[in-house]
């Protein structure tokens, strides 16, 4: 069983960083891609960026790209979204998910953390 646990949401202004974190138990890691999601109050959740557990390939969507960074730590088994230039448009709760033996650009995730809340004030 996989499980994922977000930490590090949190307030902060606009222009400011903020880091999330997500420990994943997993058994072997190398299959697996890794993901993070968003969804704001009234929409539906949307990609924000993956990384691919063995190689660390990213991708990201278009919104984020440039002022977040996804990384992994394969020693403490956590990935990591570290996030700069924040704007209140980014406020969201923020999951962790994992799916395994898919592609890097697929968007559909077999296990999903409890979510971490983002805000971002203006």
């Known amino acids: 069983q996989v499980q994922l646990v977000e930490s590090g949401g949190g307030l902060v202004q606009a222009g400011g960083s903020l880091r999330i974190s997500c420990v994943a138990s997993?058994?072997?890691?190398?299959?697996?891609?890794m993901g993070w999601f968003r969804q704001a109050p009234g929409k539906e959740r949307e990609f924000v960026s993956a990384i691919t557990w063995s190689s660390g390939s990213t991708d990201y969507a278009h919104s984020v790209k440039g002022r977040f960074t996804i990384s992994r730590d394969n020693v403490k088994n956590t990935v990591y979204l570290q996030m700069n230039s924040l704007k209140p448009e980014d406020t969201a709760v923020y999951y962790c998910a994992a799916a395994r033996g898919r592609a890097l650009i697929s968007r559909e995730y077999d296990y999903w953390g409890q979510g971490t809340q983002v805000t971002v004030s203006s």
């Open positions: 997993i058994r072997t890691f190398s299959p697996y891609i």
